[in-house]
C-alpha cells in the first residue's frame, strides 16, 4: 500500500510535465493538423539549453529554465517559417515526410553539438528528500510539479483569456472562416508551433535535471506526447492535461507492478487501444481547444 | 525497349561478384539489396495503395527474429508451460518469417480501416516501438539486448553437390539478388494488373474507387499482406546474412531510411525503391570518409527536404519527364511542318 | 401511356419512406418514390433540396435514419457502397467524378473492375487466363470510350480534360461497371449547348441497352427533355410527381423555384 502512495507521488510529478509536452502537441496537431515530429526534439532541446546554461555557462537554474523555454519557442517559431510556411498547400504526407527530414537534422546536430554521453543538470535543491508518511518526494521534484502546473495555468489562462488565444481557437474551430474574420491564420500557425513548442521545451528543462540529458530523449517524449493528444482528445487542452497525469500513473503502476522493461510501451499500448475503441478521445466532448 | 534494358541490367547486376575486388563494396551491395527489397515492399503500400505506414520496419524485423528464431531452436516459459522448438532448416524459417509477416501485414491492414490519416500514422510507429520492446524486454525468447547470435546462414541440399550453405559474400549476393528480382515482378506484375489498378484507384479517389464496386478493404489489405511478407522476407536475409540482429533493428530510424529511398527515388513506380535504395545505400560510402555519422544523417534529412521542395515525385519521375519533353521536343519540329489535322468537333 | 406501362411493370428502385436526420437537422423527409425498369426519371429541386443526401442514401454512401432501399426487390440496407454496385446500381459523381492523374483509358479500365474474372494467382504467376482476361477488358474500354464519344482523348490525363469531356468520362467509367440502373449527378452542368444536346442523345442510347436511368440535374430544357417522369424535391420532401409537362405546370412547383436562379428555366 505504501508502495502505490509513493508511486501515485511519482505519477503526479511526472504528470505536470508529461501534460505540457501534452498541451504542447495538441495545439500543434489539432490547429495545424501537422504530424510534428518534431515536437521530441524540441523536449530535448530545453533540457540541452537548461545544460548548457546552468552547468556550462553558471547561469542561475531558475534563469535557466526560462531561458531554455524561450529558446524553444524561437526554434519552433524558425522551424514553422523555414519549413510549414512554404509547405503550407501541401499534403498531409508531404509535410509529415519534412518533419522527419526535420527531426533528423535537428536530432543530429545536437548530437554533433553535445556529443552522446548523457550529462547531469545540477540544481539548487537539496538532496535530502522531504519524507511525509509512507512517502519520499525530493525537493526538486515538488518544485518541477509546482513550475509545470503554473505554466499550465498560464496556457490555459492564455488560450481562453487573451485575444491571441481566441485567435486560435477560431483558426481550430475553421480556418477560413477565421481568416475572413480578420485573423491573420498564418501569424497564428506561427504562434501556435512557437507555443507548443516552447511547452515542449519547458517540458524538457524541467526533467533534465530530474533525469540525465541524453541525445535520444526526445524520441519517446515524441510518442509519449502523442499518445495523451489521442487520449485527452485533439486540441483539448483539458483532456491533455488530464491525459499526462494518467499516462504518467499508467506507467509508474505498469513499472512498479509489472515490468519496469514495458515502462515506456505503456503509452503505446494506450494510443493503439484507445485508437481502436475510442478514437476521438476519453473526453469525447465536441472537439475544442481550451 | 524497356524489357531489353531490364535484361542488360540483370546481366550487369549478375556479373558483379565476378570481378568486383572490393570485398567491404560487396557487402554494402547486399545490404544496399536486401533494404532495396524492403523499400520495394513499403512502396507497394506507401506508393501505389496510399497508406501512411510508418511502421514498416516491424514487418522487417518480425520477420527476421522469426527466421532467426524457427532456424536457432528455442524453448520458452509461457505461464508456466514450456514451450520448446527444436531447431528447423533456413528455408523453413525463411517461409514462416514471410508468413508471420505477412500476418502482422493482415492485421495492420484490416486496422488502417478503422482508424485513418495521421492517426493511422502513429498507431503504425507505435506498434513498431512495441514490438521493438517486446523484443528487447522478452529476453527469455529474444535474448533481448544480448542478440541473437549464431543464426545460421542459409543451407541448401544441392543433388550432387550435396549440401551447400551460403558464408560467404559471393554466394549471400547472388541469394539476395534472385529474391530481389523475384520481388520485384511480384510487384510489378501486381501493380500493372486489374488488381493493381484497385489498389491505385483506391489510392487516388475511395470514394469514386467504391462506387464502381471495388471493395476497398479487401485490396488494402492485400496490398498489406503483400507489402508485410516482403518485407518479412528481407528481414530473414538479413538474419542469415549477418547472422546476428538484436532489437535496435526495430528502431525507428530503418523505417525513415526506407521511406526516404522510397520517396526520393519516387513512390508509386516501379524503380524509384531502386534509385533512392542505390542513392542512400552507397552514401554513407562514399562520405563516411569525409564526415562523421552525425554529419552524414544532417546531410540526409537536408537532401530529403530538399527532393520534397524540388522534385516532390521523387527523381524517377522527373527523370521520366525530362526524357519525355526531349522527345515531344523533337516529335514537335517534325510535326510542325504539316497543317493542324485535329478533329472538329463540338467542343472548344 | 408511359404510366400504363409504368403500372405493369415491377419497380427497379423503390425509395421506401427514407428519411434523413443529422443531428437535429432533416436533410430528408419521407422520400418515397420508384423507378421502373427501363425508365428515365429525372430528380429536381432548388438547391439544398436534398438531392444529392438522396443519390448517397440510395447507393450506400450515407445510412437512412428511417425508411428502405430496394433494388430490384433486394433491400440494400446496411450494404456498403462497392456492395451496390456490386448489384449493378452505379452512380456518378458531381465534383471529382474521374480518377485525375490517370489517362482516359486508364480511368475506364479501373471501372470495368468488376468485370475482370483473372485472380492473384493468374496475376502473380502470369498465367495466359489472367492476359486472355486483361485483353478482354481492353477491348471493353474501347467500347465504352467509342459508345461515350471520347476515345479521340484516350491517351490524355483526365486531369487535363475539358470540363465537358471529364463529364462524359465519368458516365463511360460508370457504364464500366456494368450498371443496370445509373444514377447521374448532375452530369451536364458546365457543358455547353451542343454538347449538352449529345449528352442527351448519349442517355436515349445508354436506356436503348437496357439500362434504367435515375438524374439529378439542374439544367431544365435538358431534364425535362430526355425524362420519362419527374420527381420533385423541396426541403427534403416530394412536392411533385409526374410526365415533365405535368410538372411544369404544376403551381407548387412554380412557387419553389421563384426566385431560384433555375439554369435556363
Same mark, same amino acid.
Given at each position: 500500500? %505504501?508502495?502505490?502512495?509513493?508511486?501515485?507521488?511519482?505519477?503526479?510529478?511526472?504528470?505536470?510535465?508529461?501534460?505540457?509536452?501534452?498541451?504542447?502537441?495538441?495545439?500543434?496537431?489539432?490547429?495545424?493538423?501537422?504530424?510534428?515530429?518534431?515536437?521530441?526534439?524540441?523536449?530535448?532541446?530545453?533540457?540541452?539549453?537548461?545544460?548548457?546554461?546552468?552547468?556550462?555557462?553558471?547561469?542561475?537554474?531558475?534563469?535557466?529554465?526560462?531561458?531554455?523555454?524561450?529558446?524553444?519557442?524561437?526554434?519552433?517559431?524558425?522551424?514553422?517559417?523555414?519549413?510549414?510556411?512554404?509547405?503550407?498547400?501541401?499534403?498531409?504526407?508531404?509535410?509529415?515526410?519534412?518533419?522527419?527530414?526535420?527531426?533528423?537534422?535537428?536530432?543530429?546536430?545536437?548530437?554533433?553539438?553535445?556529443?552522446?554521453?548523457?550529462?547531469?543538470?545540477?540544481?539548487?535543491?537539496?538532496?535530502?528528500?522531504?519524507?511525509?508518511?509512507?512517502?519520499?518526494?525530493?525537493?526538486?521534484?515538488?518544485?518541477?510539479?509546482?513550475?509545470?502546473?503554473?505554466?499550465?495555468?498560464?496556457?490555459?489562462?492564455?488560450?481562453?483569456?487573451?485575444?491571441?488565444?481566441?485567435?486560435?481557437?477560431?483558426?481550430?474551430? %475553421?480556418?477560413?472562416?477565421?481568416?475572413?474574420?480578420?485573423?491573420?491564420?498564418?501569424?497564428?500557425?506561427?504562434?501556435?508551433?512557437?507555443?507548443?513548442?516552447?511547452?515542449?521545451?519547458?517540458?524538457?528543462?524541467?526533467?533534465?535535471?530530474?533525469?540525465?540529458?541524453?541525445?535520444?530523449?526526445?524520441?519517446?517524449?515524441?510518442?509519449?506526447?502523442?499518445?495523451?493528444?489521442?487520449?485527452?482528445?485533439?486540441?483539448?487542452?483539458?483532456?491533455?492535461?488530464?491525459?499526462?497525469?494518467?499516462?504518467?500513473?499508467?506507467?509508474?503502476?505498469?513499472?512498479?507492478?509489472?515490468?519496469?522493461?514495458?515502462? %515506456?510501451?505503456?503509452?503505446?499500448?494506450?494510443?493503439?487501444?484507445?485508437?481502436?475503441?475510442?478514437?476521438?478521445?476519453?473526453?469525447?466532448?465536441?472537439?475544442?481547444?481550451? | 525497349?524497356?524489357?531489353?534494358?531490364?535484361?542488360?541490367?540483370?546481366?550487369?547486376?549478375?556479373?558483379?561478384?565476378?570481378?568486383?575486388?572490393?570485398?567491404?563494396?560487396?557487402?554494402?551491395?547486399?545490404?544496399?539489396?536486401?533494404?532495396?527489397?524492403?523499400?520495394?515492399?513499403?512502396?507497394?503500400?506507401?506508393?501505389?495503395?496510399?497508406?501512411?505506414?510508418?511502421?514498416?520496419?516491424?514487418?522487417?524485423?518480425?520477420?527476421?527474429?522469426?527466421?532467426?528464431?524457427?532456424?536457432?531452436?528455442?524453448?520458452?516459459?509461457?505461464?508456466?508451460?514450456?514451450?520448446?522448438?527444436?531447431?528447423?532448416?533456413?528455408?523453413?524459417?525463411?517461409?514462416?518469417?514471410?508468413?508471420?509477416?505477412?500476418?502482422?501485414?493482415?492485421?495492420?491492414?484490416?486496422?488502417?480501416?478503422?482508424?485513418?490519416?495521421?492517426?493511422?500514422?502513429?498507431?503504425?510507429?507505435?506498434?513498431?516501438?512495441?514490438?521493438?520492446?517486446?523484443?528487447?524486454?522478452?529476453?527469455?525468447?529474444?535474448?533481448?539486448?544480448?542478440?541473437?547470435?549464431?543464426?545460421?546462414?542459409?543451407?541448401?541440399?544441392?543433388?550432387?553437390?550435396?549440401?551447400?550453405?551460403?558464408?560467404?559474400?559471393?554466394?549471400?549476393?547472388?541469394?539476395?539478388?534472385?529474391?530481389?528480382?523475384?520481388?520485384?515482378?511480384?510487384?510489378?506484375?501486381?501493380?500493372?494488373?486489374?488488381?493493381?489498378?484497385?489498389?491505385?484507384?483506391?489510392?487516388?479517389?475511395?470514394?469514386?474507387?467504391?462506387?464502381?464496386?471495388?471493395?476497398?478493404?479487401?485490396?488494402?489489405?492485400?496490398?498489406?499482406?503483400?507489402?508485410?511478407?516482403?518485407?518479412?522476407?528481407?528481414?530473414?536475409?538479413?538474419?542469415?546474412?549477418?547472422?546476428?540482429?538484436?532489437?535496435?533493428?526495430?528502431?525507428?530510424?530503418?523505417?525513415?531510411?526506407?521511406?526516404?529511398?522510397?520517396?526520393?527515388?519516387?513512390?508509386?513506380?516501379?524503380?524509384?525503391?531502386?534509385?533512392?535504395?542505390?542513392?542512400?545505400?552507397?552514401?554513407?560510402?562514399?562520405?563516411?570518409?569525409?564526415?562523421?555519422?552525425?554529419?552524414?544523417?544532417?546531410?540526409?534529412?537536408?537532401?530529403?527536404?530538399?527532393?520534397?521542395?524540388?522534385?516532390?515525385?521523387?527523381?524517377?519521375?522527373?527523370?521520366?519527364?525530362?526524357?519525355?519533353?526531349?522527345?515531344?521536343?523533337?516529335?514537335?519540329?517534325?510535326?510542325?511542318?504539316?497543317?493542324?489535322?485535329r478533329n472538329a468537333g463540338g467542343s472548344r | 401511356?408511359?404510366?400504363?406501362?409504368?403500372?405493369?411493370?415491377?419497380?427497379?428502385?423503390?425509395?421506401?419512406?427514407?428519411?434523413?436526420?443529422?443531428?437535429?437537422?432533416?436533410?430528408?423527409?419521407?422520400?418515397?418514390?420508384?423507378?421502373?425498369?427501363?425508365?428515365i426519371?429525372g430528380?429536381i429541386?432548388?438547391?439544398?433540396?436534398?438531392?444529392?443526401?438522396?443519390?448517397?442514401?440510395?447507393?450506400?454512401?450515407?445510412?437512412?435514419?428511417?425508411?428502405?432501399?430496394?433494388?430490384?426487390?433486394?433491400?440494400?440496407?446496411?450494404?456498403?457502397?462497392?456492395?451496390?454496385?456490386?448489384?449493378?446500381?452505379?452512380?456518378t459523381f458531381q465534383r471529382t467524378s474521374v480518377?485525375?492523374?490517370?489517362?482516359v483509358?486508364?480511368n475506364v479500365?479501373?471501372?470495368?473492375?468488376?468485370?475482370?474474372?483473372?485472380?492473384?494467382?493468374?496475376?502473380?504467376?502470369?498465367?495466359?487466363?489472367?492476359?486472355?482476361?486483361?485483353?478482354?477488358?481492353?477491348?471493353?474500354?474501347?467500347?465504352i470510350l467509342r459508345l461515350v464519344g471520347i476515345e479521340r482523348r484516350s491517351?490524355e490525363?483526365a486531369g487535363a480534360l475539358p470540363y465537358g469531356d471529364q463529364r462524359l468520362l465519368g458516365v463511360a467509367l460508370a457504364l464500366?461497371?456494368?450498371?443496370?440502373?445509373l444514377?447521374l449527378d448532375e452530369p451536364v452542368s458546365g457543358m455547353n449547348a451542343a454538347e449538352t444536346a449529345s449528352f442527351m442523345t448519349l442517355v436515349k442510347r445508354i436506356r436503348?441497352?437496357?439500362?434504367?436511368i435515375?438524374l439529378v440535374e439542374h439544367d431544365m430544357p435538358m431534364v425535362m427533355g430526355v425524362s420519362?417522369?419527374?420527381?420533385?424535391?423541396?426541403?427534403?420532401?416530394?412536392?411533385?410527381?409526374?410526365?415533365?409537362?405535368?410538372?411544369?405546370?404544376?403551381?407548387?412547383?412554380?412557387?419553389?423555384?421563384?426566385?431560384?436562379?433555375a439554369k435556363r428555366a
Amino acid at each position: 500500500m %505504501d508502495q502505490l502512495f509513493q508511486h501515485l507521488v511519482n505519477a503526479f510529478m511526472l504528470g505536470g510535465t508529461y501534460a505540457l509536452l501534452g498541451i504542447g502537441l495538441t495545439l500543434i496537431f489539432g490547429i495545424m493538423r501537422v504530424v510534428n515530429f518534431t515536437h521530441g526534439e524540441l523536449y530535448s532541446f530545453g533540457a540541452y539549453i537548461v545544460y548548457l546554461a546552468a552547468a556550462a555557462l553558471g547561469l542561475n537554474f531558475f534563469l535557466s529554465l526560462a531561458v531554455a523555454i524561450v529558446a524553444g519557442f524561437l526554434l519552433g517559431s524558425l522551424i514553422e517559417l523555414a519549413l510549414l510556411r512554404p509547405m503550407r498547400r501541401a499534403d498531409i504526407d508531404t509535410t509529415m515526410l519534412v518533419m522527419i527530414g526535420a527531426w533528423i537534422v535537428l536530432q543530429n546536430t545536437e548530437l554533433l553539438l553535445w556529443g552522446g554521453v548523457a550529462k547531469a543538470v545540477p540544481a539548487p535543491f537539496a538532496e535530502t528528500p522531504l519524507v511525509l508518511g509512507p512517502v519520499s518526494v525530493a525537493p526538486l521534484r515538488v518544485f518541477v510539479l509546482g513550475a509545470a502546473l503554473l505554466l499550465i495555468v498560464g496556457t490555459y489562462a492564455l488560450i481562453n483569456r487573451t485575444k491571441l488565444g481566441r485567435a486560435m481557437r477560431a483558426t481550430f474551430q %475553421d480556418s477560413e472562416t477565421a481568416a475572413l474574420m480578420g485573423v491573420n491564420v498564418s501569424a497564428i500557425y506561427t504562434a501556435t508551433f512557437a507555443i507548443g513548442s516552447g511547452l515542449a521545451a519547458a517540458a524538457g528543462a524541467l526533467l533534465g535535471p530530474v533525469f540525465l540529458v541524453t541525445p535520444t530523449m526526445g524520441d519517446l517524449a515524441s510518442l509519449k506526447a502523442f499518445a495523451i493528444v489521442i487520449l485527452g482528445g485533439l486540441g483539448n487542452i483539458q483532456g491533455a492535461t488530464i491525459g499526462g497525469f494518467i499516462l504518467a500513473l499508467v506507467e509508474e503502476i505498469g513499472a512498479g507492478y509489472i515490468s519496469s522493461g514495458y515502462r %515506456d510501451a505503456m503509452g503505446f499500448l494506450i494510443i493503439i487501444l484507445v485508437l481502436l475503441f475510442k478514437p476521438t478521445g476519453l473526453f469525447a466532448r465536441a472537439e475544442r481547444v481550451g | 525497349m524497356r524489357r531489353a534494358v531490364g535484361y542488360f541490367w540483370a546481366l550487369f547486376l549478375f556479373s558483379v561478384p565476378l570481378w568486383l575486388q572490393d570485398q567491404y563494396l560487396l557487402h554494402i551491395l547486399i545490404v544496399t539489396g536486401i533494404f532495396i527489397i524492403a523499400a520495394m515492399s513499403l512502396n507497394l503500400l506507401l506508393g501505389y495503395t496510399g497508406q501512411l505506414s510508418l511502421g514498416h520496419v516491424a514487418f522487417f524485423g518480425i520477420g527476421a527474429y522469426a527466421s532467426a528464431l524457427v532456424s536457432l531452436g528455442f524453448d520458452v516459459d509461457i505461464f508456466g508451460y514450456t514451450l520448446v522448438h527444436e531447431p528447423w532448416p533456413v528455408l523453413a524459417g525463411f517461409a514462416l518469417g514471410t508468413a508471420v509477416a505477412g500476418l502482422c501485414g493482415y492485421a495492420i491492414g484490416k486496422l488502417s480501416f478503422k482508424v485513418r490519416g495521421a492517426y493511422f500514422v502513429i498507431v503504425t510507429i507505435s506498434f513498431a516501438e512495441v514490438t521493438r520492446l517486446v523484443a528487447l524486454n522478452w529476453v527469455d525468447l529474444t535474448q533481448g539486448p544480448l542478440a541473437l547470435t549464431n543464426i545460421p546462414p542459409f543451407t541448401f541440399d544441392l543433388p550432387g553437390i550435396g549440401r551447400y550453405a551460403l558464408w560467404g559474400k559471393f554466394s549471400n549476393y547472388y541469394l539476395v539478388l534472385v529474391v530481389a528480382i523475384v520481388a520485384h515482378m511480384v510487384i510489378k506484375r501486381l501493380v500493372e494488373s486489374r488488381i493493381g489498378r484497385a489498389m491505385i484507384a483506391l489510392k487516388e479517389n475511395e470514394s469514386l474507387a467504391v462506387s464502381v464496386g471495388i471493395d476497398v478493404t479487401r485490396y488494402l489489405v492485400l496490398a498489406a499482406v503483400i507489402s508485410a511478407a516482403l518485407a518479412g522476407a528481407a528481414g530473414s536475409l538479413y538474419a542469415h546474412y549477418v547472422k546476428i540482429i538484436d532489437p535496435d533493428i526495430f528502431l525507428f530510424i530503418y523505417t525513415v531510411t526506407m521511406v526516404i529511398m522510397v520517396i526520393t527515388g519516387g513512390k508509386g513506380t516501379l524503380a524509384g525503391p531502386i534509385v533512392g535504395g542505390l542513392i542512400f545505400g552507397f552514401m554513407p560510402v562514399i562520405v563516411r570518409s569525409f564526415v562523421a555519422p552525425e554529419v552524414q544523417w544532417i546531410l540526409y534529412g537536408a537532401l530529403m527536404i530538399a527532393i520534397i521542395y524540388l522534385l516532390p515525385q521523387g527523381i524517377v519521375p522527373a527523370v521520366e519527364r525530362w526524357i519525355g519533353s526531349r522527345v515531344e521536343d523533337s516529335q514537335h519540329s517534325a510535326a510542325d511542318a504539316l497543317p493542324d489535322s485535329r478533329n472538329a468537333g463540338g467542343s472548344r | 401511356m408511359i404510366e400504363a406501362q409504368a403500372a405493369s411493370i415491377p419497380p427497379a428502385l423503390s425509395v421506401e419512406h427514407v428519411t434523413v436526420r443529422f443531428g437535429g437537422l432533416v436533410a430528408i423527409s419521407d422520400l418515397n418514390f420508384t423507378v421502373t425498369e427501363g425508365e428515365i426519371v429525372g430528380l429536381i429541386g432548388p438547391n439544398g433540396a436534398g438531392k444529392t443526401t438522396a443519390f448517397n442514401v440510395i447507393t450506400g454512401f450515407l445510412r437512412p435514419t428511417q425508411g428502405a432501399v430496394r433494388y430490384r426487390g433486394k433491400s440494400l440496407n446496411g450494404l456498403k457502397p462497392h456492395e451496390v454496385a456490386s448489384l449493378g446500381l452505379v452512380r456518378t459523381f458531381q465534383r471529382t467524378s474521374v480518377f485525375q492523374n490517370n489517362t482516359v483509358f486508364d480511368n475506364v479500365l479501373i471501372g470495368l473492375h468488376r468485370r475482370g474474372r483473372d485472380t492473384l494467382s493468374d496475376t502473380l504467376l502470369a498465367l495466359p487466363r489472367g492476359k486472355a482476361s486483361e485483353r478482354a477488358l481492353r477491348d471493353q474500354a474501347w467500347e465504352i470510350l467509342r459508345l461515350v464519344g471520347i476515345e479521340r482523348r484516350s491517351s490524355e490525363f483526365a486531369g487535363a480534360l475539358p470540363y465537358g469531356d471529364q463529364r462524359l468520362l465519368g458516365v463511360a467509367l460508370a457504364l464500366a461497371a456494368k450498371p443496370s440502373m445509373l444514377l447521374l449527378d448532375e452530369p451536364v452542368s458546365g457543358m455547353n449547348a451542343a454538347e449538352t444536346a449529345s449528352f442527351m442523345t448519349l442517355v436515349k442510347r445508354i436506356r436503348a441497352l437496357g439500362v434504367t436511368i435515375l438524374l439529378v440535374e439542374h439544367d431544365m430544357p435538358m431534364v425535362m427533355g430526355v425524362s420519362d417522369r419527374i420527381v420533385v424535391l423541396n426541403y427534403g420532401r416530394i412536392i411533385a410527381e409526374g410526365s415533365p409537362a405535368a410538372v411544369q405546370s404544376d403551381a407548387e412547383v412554380i412557387r419553389a423555384y421563384l426566385g431560384q436562379g433555375a439554369k435556363r428555366a
